[in-house]
């Protein structure tokens, strides 16, 4: 264990765990490249206004309890916003425009990956935080005892719920509905429905969340699509981002096939990136984009 240096006027101290030592050796190396699950600033994330909205807000509301559910098709950008929400609101030097810098210890911290984001952490706003993540689909990571019973209200925490509609996750979500109104605690849950339904393939009833989680959401958000002129715009970054770029026309028969889902759009853009050709309308034609 190793104590933070005392440079932020806060009441208390926090402890910054470094298990295996490799943590502490990010810290003195260059800062690492974005890591493809988080957004460098928010003019790179389409669409989505309302949800980009409502974490910028979240980016600089210094209470805990103020809870936020984000839903909507698988790959619309919901994981990239959050973490990108997250970063901005644990940096260090971050922005008037709430950019993250990318370049403080606690976002090169955030860029290095999964494993070294869970701690204990301070932003250059003298707010400390402990943040923790939880994978629906993987009941190893819920962590009760924190969630639960989570009790210091001088660092408050923060802790991001994906894959929120696995039935696992419904299962354990009962647990929660006291501690997020009575813990210092802010959820941040992303998921891809509320309600029930049916799977269109296997014909399985899907649960959604219960009412009572649902209701102790200060905001309820859910993903859109940007209209074909931003999207466009978008995708023309991306693709020039690959070193892939390719003319309006392919990129707009991209954006249909990809029912202009960011997330979708994106695969035959990292495939042509992969296989180190062209974007052309045949690759995008051929492009499986259903699974058989």
């Known amino acids: 264990m190793k104590p933070v240096e005392p440079q932020y006027d806060v009441i208390r101290m926090l ?3 470094f298990p295996d030592g490799e943590n502490q050796e990010i810290l003195q190396k260059p800062a690492p490249p974005v890591p493809p699950d988080t957004a460098e600033s928010w003019e790179l994330i ?4 309302e949800c980009k909205e409502v974490l910028r807000a979240f980016v600089t ?3 805990p309890g103020r809870h936020i559910l984000i839903y909507g098709p698988n790959r619309s950008g919901k994981t ?8 901005a609101k644990f940096c260090e030097n971050r922005a008037p425009d709430l950019n993250p810098c990318n370049n403080c210890p606690n976002c090169r911290r955030w860029n290095a990956g999964v494993d070294c984001r ?3 952490l301070r932003n250059g706003h003298g707010q400390a935080f402990k943040y923790i993540a939880i994978d629906g689909s993987n009941p190893a990571t819920y962590q009760e005892d924190v969630l639960c019973f989570y009790r210091d209200d001088f660092v408050p925490l923060i802790a991001y719920i994906d894959e929120a509609s696995h039935p ?20 941040i849950v992303s998921g891809v429905r509320l309600r029930p339904r049916k799977d269109p393939i296997t014909g399985m009833k899907l649960p959604g969340l219960s009412k009572d989680f649902v209701y102790r959401f200060s905001a309820i958000t859910r993903t859109t699509a940007a209209a074909m002129p931003e999207s466009l715009i978008w995708v023309r970054r991306m693709a020039a981002k690959f070193n ?3 003319d309006d026309e392919t990129l707009s028969l991209l954006l249909d096939k990809a029912q ?3 997330g979708q759009a994106l695969r035959p853009i990292r495939k042509a990136d992969l296989l180190r050709v062209p974007l052309t309308k045949e690759l995008v034609e051929n492009f499986r984009w259903e699974v058989d």
């Open 15 to 17: 402890e910054v765990e």
């Open 46 to 49: 389409t669409g989505n206004s």
């Open 61 to 63: 509301f210094p209470e």
């Open 80 to 87: 990239t916003m959050i973490h990108l929400a997250l970063k």
């Open 118 to 120: 869970w701690r204990s």
């Open 168 to 187: 696992d996750f419904i299962k354990f979500m009962p647990r929660l509905i006291k501690p997020m109104t009575e813990r210092p605690i802010t959820l």
């Open 244 to 246: 892939v770029p390719a």
């Open 260 to 262: 202009m889902i960011p």
